[in-house]
C-alpha cells in the first residue's frame, strides 16, 4: 500500500513547499522579487506616467479653481492665491516623488511584518506531515481495505494539492497589486491639485495601505497555521486505517481551509479593521 502514503507525502510536500514559497514572498520587496526584473518595466511605466500625471494635475487643478470661485476676481485675492500654489506645489510634489512615497509606504507594512515575525520566535513555516502511525496502518491494510484508501487518498490528495496552488495565487496577485499600483499612480496621484478631485488620490492611498497591509495579515495567519501544524493530532492506534486517514485528513483539511480562506480574505479583513 506504499503508493497510498506517497500520494498523502507528495500532497503534503506540495503544500509545505507552498507555505515556504509564501513565507519567503511576504518577506521580500517588489525590488527582489524574481531578481527585479519586473520592478525595473514597473519603474519604467511610472516614468511615463509620470508626463500624462503632470498634465492631468494641470487639468485638475484648473477644473478645481473654476467650482471653487465664481469668478476670476476671486482668485487673485492674496489668501486664495496662496492657498492654490500650495496646493498646486504640493500635488506637482506628490506626482513626481509618488515613487519614492509608494516605496516609504511600502517600508512600513513590511517593517510590521518583519516584527511580527520576530515577535513569533519562528524563521519559517513548520512543516505538515503524516503520522509514522497512520503510515503504518495504511501500509498494513489487507486488498479489501486498500480500495477505501486509495480513494480517501486520492480526494484528499487532490485536495490539499488544489489548497496549495489558490493560496500561492493569492499571495502572487498581491505581489501583482503592488506592482499595478506603482505602475499607474501618477495618474490617481494628480487628482490631489483639485478641490473637487482630491477624493480619487486619497481612495487611492488608502487602497495601496490595504495592499501593503495584506502581508500582516497573511503572515499572523500563517504563523497560526504553523502552531496548529506542530502539534501532533490525536491518534487512536485502535482505530482501523481508513477511519484514522479520515480523521487526520479531516482535521488537516480543516485547518488548511481556514489558512486559505483567510489569506484569500485578508484584503477585506485589512478594509474592516482599518476602515481602508
Known amino acids: 500500500m506504499s503508493w497510498i502514503t506517497n500520494n498523502l507525502r507528495t500532497s503534503l510536500d506540495t503544500w509545505n513547499s507552498k507555505m515556504n514559497e509564501i513565507w519567503q514572498l511576504v518577506t521580500q520587496s517588489p525590488q527582489d522579487f524574481r531578481g527585479g526584473g519586473i520592478w525595473n518595466v ?7 506616467m509620470q508626463a500624462i500625471g503632470l498634465a492631468l494635475l494641470v487639468l485638475f487643478f ?8 465664481g469668478n476670476f476676481a476671486e482668485v487673485k485675492k492674496p489668501e486664495h492665491a496662496f492657498k492654490l500654489f500650495i496646493r498646486f506645489v504640493l500635488a506637482k510634489g506628490i506626482v513626481t516623488y509618488g515613487l519614492e512615497l509608494m516605496l516609504a509606504i511600502f517600508n512600513i507594512g513590511q517593517g510590521i511584518v518583519q516584527k511580527i515575525i520576530t515577535t513569533s520566535g519562528l524563521t519559517g513555516a513548520n512543516s505538515s506531515y503524516l ?8 501500509d498494513k491494510a489487507g486488498f479489501f481495505d486498500s480500495i477505501p484508501l486509495g480513494a480517501v487518498s486520492i480526494l484528499g ?25 506603482t505602475a499607474i499612480a501618477p495618474i490617481p496621484l494628480s487628482s490631489f491639485a483639485g478641490q473637487g478631485t ?8 488608502k487602497s495601496y495601505i490595504g495592499v501593503c497591509l495584506e502581508g500582516a495579515i497573511i503572515v ?18 485502535g482505530d482501523d486505517a481508513i477511519t484514522m486517514v479520515w480523521k487526520y485528513l479531516g482535521e488537516l483539511i480543516f485547518n488548511m481551509l481556514v489558512l486559505v480562506g483567510t489569506i484569500r480574505m485578508s ?3 485589512v478594509k474592516e479593521m482599518m476602515g481602508l
Open 42 to 48: 514597473v519603474q519604467n511605466i511610472n516614468g511615463t
Open 267 to 269: 484584503d477585506r479583513i
Open 198 to 205: 482630491e477624493q480619487i488620490g486619497r481612495s487611492f492611498i
Open 157 to 181: 490528495g487532490l485536495f490539499i494539492t488544489v489548497l496549495s496552488f489558490v493560496m500561492i495565487l493569492t499571495v502572487y496577485g498581491r505581489f501583482f497589486k503592488l506592482y499595478l499600483y
Open 62 to 69: 484648473v477644473v478645481g479653481v473654476a467650482k471653487q470661485f
Open 131 to 138: 503520522p509514522q502511525e497512520i503510515a503504518y496502518a495504511v
Open 220 to 237: 499572523i495567519s500563517c504563523i497560526i497555521f504553523t502552531m496548529f501544524a506542530s502539534t501532533a493530532p490525536e491518534i487512536n492506534t
